[in-house]
């Protein structure tokens, strides 16, 4: 099955219900149906055929679901782009990916207009608010065309996103998502729509984010009505979650922190949420321990994956949340609450293995890889880190550590490589690096995650300075602003007489983040 | 009757129907009437 299909059966079964609340505006399955296909159309005219990539560069809002189902509808290929991302990174990526066509929201046209002289590929740029001038408007392109549907030729291995991720190493990655890894993952986990059963889901990260692009699939199938924020904002979370009387929400964990942070959770009603979901980084057991306490009435749901397996692949259930039974058993779950990431979902196998790539024992930490029909098959024009990521039988290297018990619980260790996660966030610190080494007065420079209890981890720049040159943290800091995303910023900087290498030269980043793990606490 | 929205499961072969129509009579696979799915135990993750 394709995605695309989601949409006709929840659109057959509930019609008129809606399938997005959005700042007042409300949209039944039966008008998403229509304007996506208007929309499809629309892009026939533009040229875009079967394979085509399609960019969305806006934050959430109903467009960027218009959009994915008009592009899937056609075959082409959506690729949201991380609206928080600077010039130079919105310009790798859409060159990257080869863009036809661009929707972008008014605000980001500007930056658009120093980059996209340089992007001929790019034939159209559509605004999504406002018309402005050298782009399509949106409500145009919707309006004046015929609301029939296309009928392009989608096969199930199809790809029908392409969503770009944060390496250990240099630029994000092209991850290609197939119609069937979304599907397999939809129809075998989440009920689908039904006429008497309601479900109301507050959309809190973004739809760059593959949380966000499967949480909007599953809502779709499943008949639930999606309520759309711009972006997270701990008090609007609150307020949306009491009007809109939500049920379900996804959060990161330092989201999760902040609403339980917020001096008006006391005074919120929150009782019509039932299920809160929580993943992309680790979640300190502190902050899951008092949410589950504060709000005794919500099942949690500990659900990770990565955008390299189109999502969730292990899940940590409500009933693991629920602290009961004999001490032994109470002492198993606290322990499993923790750190543990549940247990794989039966179309994924998991397994640990030590450096040589042998299999381990159950509580022996080494890598987790994962493998089934759901991952990726490998990163978009680029067999070199594909081959790094897979292995020759079709495992996926997570670059995760941990370790799995024997009742088939998987436990996180901590990241295997130098990925930093903050805020869900995965920064690479290569990218951080490659600005930095561009700063005239900088020698060299490492770039680590230190622990934050906000964040869960904040990028801390270890420098070295060319001889006889002078400069403070602030100035580094204030360079990165304009040329990296605000999340990739270094929040400290650090100067050292030289960095630890080993023999072989290499910088010995380990050795960095234990000297450097204290400074945030 | 078959109900709108509910999935059927072939008890022989295992094929699964969505109705998305409601309409006359029940599904029929492998010459048997077809068994409706009861939801899931476990909410989904999303």
């Not at chain 1, 204030?478 to 050292?496: D, H, M, T, W």
Request: aromatic share 8%; net charge negative.
């Amino acid at each position: 099955m394709n995605t695309t299909v989601f949409l006709n059966i929840a659109t057959a079964i509930c019609p008129d219900r809606d399938i997005i609340s959005f700042e007042g505006k409300h949209y039944s399955f039966a008008l998403l149906n229509e304007r996506s296909n208007r929309l499809a159309n629309a892009l026939a005219g533009l040229g875009v055929k079967h394979g085509d990539r399609v960019g969305m560069l806006e934050v959430n809002c109903n467009q960027h679901i218009e959009v994915y189902f008009a592009t899937a509808k056609l075959g082409a290929i959506f690729v949201p782009i991380n609206f928080r991302a600077k010039a130079d990174e919105v310009s790798y990526m859409l060159d990257n990916a080869k863009i036809k066509v661009l929707f972008a929201g008014s605000r980001y046209i500007q930056m658009l207009d120093t980059i996209l002289p340089k992007l001929s590929f790019i034939e159209n740029c559509v605004s999504t608010d406002k018309k402005l001038d050298g782009t399509l408007a949106y409500e145009t392109l919707v309006s004046s065309s015929v609301p029939d549907e296309v009928a392009a030729d989608i096969g199930d291995e199809d790809i029908t996103i392409l969503m770009y991720t944060a390496g250990t190493t240099g630029r994000p990655k092209g991850v290609p998502l197939r119609h069937s890894a979304f599907a397999g993952y939809v129809i075998g986990n989440v009920e689908p729509a039904n006429p008497i059963v309601e479900e109301r889901n507050l959309l809190s990260v973004p739809l760059y984010h593959i949380a966000g692009i499967q949480a909007m699939l599953a809502a779709v199938y499943g008949g639930r009505t999606l309520v759309l924020i711009r972006q997270f904002e701990v008090k609007e979370w609150m307020r949306i979650i009491q009007e809109e009387k939500v049920s379900r929400t996804m959060l990161v964990p330092t989201m999760l922190k902040w609403v339980l942070d917020d001096p008006d959770f006391d005074h919120a009603d929150l009782s019509s949420l039932k299920v809160i979901t929580y993943g992309s980084a680790s979640m300190p057991f502190a902050v899951i321990k008092s949410a589950i306490e504060k709000m005794p009435w919500v099942k949690f749901i500990n659900a990770f994956g990565q955008t390299e397996t189109a999502s969730t692949i292990t899940v940590l259930g409500p009933d693991d949340h629920v602290i009961e039974g004999t001490e032994e058993e109470k002492e198993k779950k606290l322990k499993r609450l923790s750190a543990s990431i549940g247990k794989p979902l039966s179309d994924v196998q998991i397994k640990i293995v030590d450096e040589s790539g042998q299999s381990l024992p159950y509580n022996a930490v080494g890598e987790i890889l994962a493998k089934g029909a759901r991952i990726m098959s490998g990163y978009w024009k680029d067999d070199e880190k594909t081959a790094r990521a897979k292995t020759k039988d079709g495992w996926l290297k997570t670059g995760d550590k941990g370790w799995v018990d024997e009742d088939g619980y998987v436990f996180l260790a901590g990241r295997g490589d130098d990925m930093i996660i903050r805020g869900g966030e995965n920064i690479s610190p290569e990218e951080v690096e490659d600005v930095l080494h561009s700063h005239p007065d900088i020698e060299e420079t490492a770039v680590i995650g230190i622990p934050d209890p906000e964040w869960g981890q904040e990028p801390c720049a270890v420098v070295t300075l060319k001889n006889g040159k002078t400069t403070t943290a602030e100035e580094i800091m204030e360079y990165c602003r304009s040329r990296l995303a605000g999340f990739k910023r270094p929040r400290q900087v650090i100067f050292v007489e030289s960095l630890p290498r080993n023999t072989m030269g290499k910088v010995l980043r380990k050795e960095l983040r234990t000297n450097y793990e204290q400074l945030s606490k | 009757m078959v109900q709108m929205g509910k999935r059927y499961k072939c008890e022989e072969c295992g094929t699964e129907a969505l109705c998305t129509k409601v309409g006359e009579g029940q599904p029929i696979c492998c010459e048997k009437e077809m068994e409706v799915l009861e939801p899931k135990a476990l909410p989904s993750s999303d």
